[in-house]
Nanobody, 128 residues
Framework: QVHLVESGGGSVQAGGSLRLSCAPS????????MAWFRQVPGKEREVVAI????????YYADSVTGRFTISQDSVKDTLYLQMSSLKPEDTGRYYC?????????????????????WGQGTQVTVSS
């Protein structure tokens, strides 16, 4: 069982920056991917960025490429999402997720249904 706890959300004006953190309760060699998803009311949860925990290039949604950076602390395994040049359309609840599997084919999934563990989410509000 992996518990994820997010922090770092808040309200910011357009053009500002925020850094989200996701602290896992335990470290598992079978967690091959960690990701940030975003959800707004009435819409499906969408992937923002994916981090390959055992190496590999991160993935970013087109809407955040060049503005967001996903990373992981190599000691604490805390996952981060550095968000810069924020836009009102970045507003939403951000969730950290972990993909746990004993057989990893090498490609992290982009769909939320394939992620096994989720945090409670943290709200990000960007005003214009």
């Amino acid at each position: 069982q992996v518990h994820l706890v997010e922090s770092g959300g808040g309200s910011v004006q357009a053009g500002g920056s925020l850094r989200l953190s996701c602290a896992p309760s335990t470290v598992s060699w079978n967690v091959h991917c960690m990701a940030w998803f975003r959800q707004v009311p009435g819409k499906e949860r969408e992937v923002v960025a994916i981090f390959y925990t055992n190496g590999g290039s991160p993935y970013y949604a087109d809407s955040v490429t060049g503005r967001f950076t996903i990373s992981q602390d190599s000691v604490k395994d805390t996952l981060y999402l550095q968000m810069s040049s924020l836009k009102p359309e970045d507003t939403g609840r951000y969730y950290c997720a972990a993909y746990w599997t004993t057989f990893f084919a090498g490609l992290c999934p982009a769909g939320p249904n394939e992620y096994n563990y989720w945090g409670q989410g943290t709200q990000v509000t960007v005003s214009s």
